[in-house]
DNA sequence: GCGTGAACTCACCAGTTTGTCCGTTAACCC
DNA sequence: GGGTTAACGGACAAACTGGTGAGTTCACGC
């Protein structure tokens, strides 16, 4: 009854702090999308208070947004330097999709985010011109990698780059974000580890042979 | 100030109220998922009250699962009988993936409701077992024109026809679901008419090659 | 015309949820 | 050690939201 005095210590710690309820933030806002996300939840999960989380973010829009932007950057941080420069065409467009497949697997909380995003429209994506860069560079990758081919005459000439990306991710994005669905409707076979090896080298074959000459 | 008589006049007509309710509330839950949606506002959409929501389907969820259902139900009832029976295996092929991706693209709200399923792991489509028994049906349809083509040559026999469908299904679900994410980051030029005829024309030659022999 | 159950309206409540007021503590400078 | 500013906590308010209680009208059989 009587810890009035005892309360009231804390260390100055802003960066911690932020720290802190992002990274409760994002996966919050992962479970459960940004109108299901409860602050108060948030909160609770915190080192600190509610009323911090007003202090730094202003409200739960602003918090969403860090929130998608951390998410983003924390993920991209994540990825290792993929040594492909070195391989032939072939070897090389194998092992960017392997990787980005399983990239995606690993990251699901931010598959989760983009999930609500497109729910949303995208509405927070477009506000942030900083996400927007970040995914140029795996785009650019992906045209090196493609023009390699190319000059060593082993893929086709008419080849869109951006629909080789868009299919790449339309499958490792899908085989995160609808597992549940397709899991409930279709077994899940597909989602045991064996069936995931079966699967990526499935799609390794399907992207060679769509773009062999 | 005095209207104490004239506003209680009514017909009966349930089945054309529940269907009023359905209609408006598919289309909300579309738009701001389960939890963004507002029995409120689904309420005054309608041309009745919200307490004839809670009449007919208890509570929200109730309403929730009566829409996903029915929208699973309006959707399959729209399904053109595709005569692909009288085709070689190549050509049915074809026509069915374009089926498939036309019918995704023309009805964006189960797609949306899907994805938002998907937030919320797929719980309540795992309670109904009617919307399984939808979903196999178009299974079998893939899986008669792939056994066909394996018996005319044409395929290759190692082809699982659970990952065919995966694959052809991620496309054309990504397509639709991913749209604002996607254009967002790397434009908007897959998806005016032209882009989506010439991904279309992508999505069929990447199948076809991965399945000839 | 009258009884009965289904269909329906209106007003309201209780719990939740976002957001803020106000005061307190730490850290740093002089 | 006094003053200033940034960092912090607890309790409260205002609005929202799912859900309900209680009574009214309709349709129909008798």
């Known amino acids: 009854m009587k810890d009035e005095k005892l309360r009231k210590s804390w260390k100055q710690d802003a960066e911690g702090v932020k720290h802190d309820i992002l990274m409760v933030a994002m996966a919050e806002f992962a479970e459960n999308g940004l109108a299901g996300a409860r602050i108060d939840e948030i909160a609770a999960k915190t080192k600190t208070s509610k ?32 040594d492909i420069d070195h391989m032939k065409a072939e070897e090389a467009m194998e092992a960017l999709v392997r990787f980005i497949f399983d990239h995606h697997r690993s990251n699901p909380d931010l598959i989760r985010m983009v999930m609500n995003e497109n729910v949303n429209h995208a509405n ?14 795996s785009m650019r990758r992906l045209q090196r990698v493609l023009s390699m081919g190319q000059q060593e005459g082993v893929f086709r000439q008419e080849i869109d780059p951006v629909f080789l990306h868009w299919q790449i991710q339309a ?18 076979e597909l989602f045991t580890d064996e069936g995931q090896k079966q699967m990526v080298d499935n799609i390794v074959e399907s992207t060679l042979r769509f773009l062999r000459a």
Do not use: H, W
Request: glycine fraction near 6%.
């Open 51 to 82: 009323r911090m989380i007003y202090y730094y973010f202003g409200d739960k829009d602003g918090l969403y947004l860090a929130a998608l932007e951390s998410a983003y950057a924390r993920v991209r941080a994540g990825e290792s330097d993929l």
């Open 171 to 188: 499958q490792c994005f899908y085989n995160v974000a609808n597992r549940p669905s397709f899991s409930t409707k279709f077994g899940p």
């Open 124 to 137: 927070y994506l477009k506000k942030s011109e900083f996400i927007r860069d970040l995914n140029l560079t």
